[in-house]
């Protein structure tokens, strides 16, 4: 199975933001670059088999930009909110064991410890808009290999 990691796009700032954490939107130069990065990413042919999202606006908001794009429909999940970890990852998984490609949609820093634990060690950095590949070597404890790791700058590029 191969796994990919999108981290939500640039959002609204945390500190001046007045309402719930999970309703904090993209911007609209998060939006922006967002469009463009789905794009580049429908050219990387990822044969997906479903994306997977944080229910938090944010997420929500970029997992629907690149579903659009690769005309995939979104399925939000409970767990994926900030703290999503490695059990809930392998409860998910377990869900989905025909599938070949999952995109998860999420948030930092647990893409990061998730990535970082599925390769065994090594610290990974997700930004905002960043798109990372792990090829799952088994399922039971998932394990894999970072197959790649693309900034949101050289996914946004047009």
């Known amino acids: 199975m191969r796994l990919y990691f999108l981290r939500h796009g640039?959002?609204?700032d945390s500190t001046t933001w007045a309402g719930?954490?999970?309703?904090r939107p993209l911007t609209p130069e998060g939006v922006a670059r967002m469009q463009a990065s789905a794009r580049t990413i429908s050219t990387l042919e990822l044969e997906l088999d479903e994306i997977v999202t944080s229910p938090y606006v944010r997420a929500r908001q970029t997992a629907d930009i690149?579903?659009?794009q690769l005309g995939l429909p979104v399925t939000p999940h409970p767990s994926m909110v900030p703290g999503f970890n490695f059990p809930?990852?392998?409860?998910l998984l377990n869900t989905?064991?025909?599938?070949?490609?999952?995109?998860?949609?999420?948030?930092?820093d647990d893409f990061s410890q998730l990535i970082g634990r599925?390769?065994?060690g090594g610290r990974v950095v997700m930004k905002k808009g960043s798109l990372a590949r792990v090829d799952l070597l088994q399922l039971q404890p998932p394990a894999g290999?970072?197959?790649?790791?693309l900034p949101p700058k050289l996914l946004a590029r047009e």
């Open 145 to 149: 290999i970072l197959n790649w790791l």
């Open 88 to 91: 809930a990852l392998e409860r």
């Open 118 to 120: 599925l390769i065994g």
């Open 66 to 68: 690149v579903a659009a």
């Open 20 to 23: 719930a954490d999970e309703q």
């Open 10 to 12: 640039l959002a609204g």
């Open 96 to 108: 989905r064991l025909q599938a070949g490609a999952l995109l998860l949609v999420g948030h930092e």
